[in-house]
């Protein structure tokens, strides 16, 4: 896909949060203005690192969102993956909450990942065949011509 688009907004939101999380777990258990923290509990070792980890999974979407060309093929599987993690992210901040709604982070990366998922799946980049490759060259060295 070409750049600019919201694959590099989710690239960069990835990126970011998942440097944030990886430098700075505690943000977790920060709000802020209307939204309140991600997490209440109290920030033990273990859930720090836990955080980490995810940090570096998000870090890891950064680039991945940023330089793949997203086709009708990859793009499905990309959408699939983005709808889970969406689904998941807001199944936890409403199952902290007892199923009512509190504006938290975990929405904002649901939001993120439902955007960016509808991007890639309905968005795509078309498969290009090796002929197809072939005539644009050859438009393009005529155009030069």
């Given amino acids: 896909m070409p750049h600019g688009d919201i694959s590099d907004s989710a690239a960069s939101f990835c990126a970011l949060t998942g440097l944030v999380s990886l430098f700075y777990p505690q943000a977790w258990f920060l709000g802020v203005g209307p ?3 991600m ?3 109290t920030a033990s070792p273990a859930l720090l ?9 998000l870090t890891l979407l950064g680039p991945v969102f ?3 060309r997203w086709n009708t093929l990859n793009g499905k599987a990309a959408m699939l993956g983005c709808l889970v993690a969406s689904a998941t992210f807001a199944a936890v901040g409403l199952k ?4 009512k709604f509190v504006p938290r982070g975990w929405y ?3 939001s993120a990942f439902l955007v960016s998922g509808l991007h890639f799946g309905f968005n795509a980049n078309p498969m290009l065949t ?3 490759l072939l005539e644009k060259e050859k438009a393009k060295a005529a155009k030069k011509a």
Wanted: charged content about 10%; glycine content about 8%.
């Fill in 49 to 57: 690192s836990l955080i980490q980890v995810v940090g570096g999974l």
């Fill in 66 to 68: 940023f330089v793949v």
């Fill in 96 to 99: 902290m909450d007892s199923w």
């Fill in 130 to 132: 090796s002929a197809m």
């Fill in 39 to 41: 997490l209440d509990d």
């Fill in 35 to 37: 939204i309140q923290p």
């Fill in 108 to 110: 904002l990366f649901a």
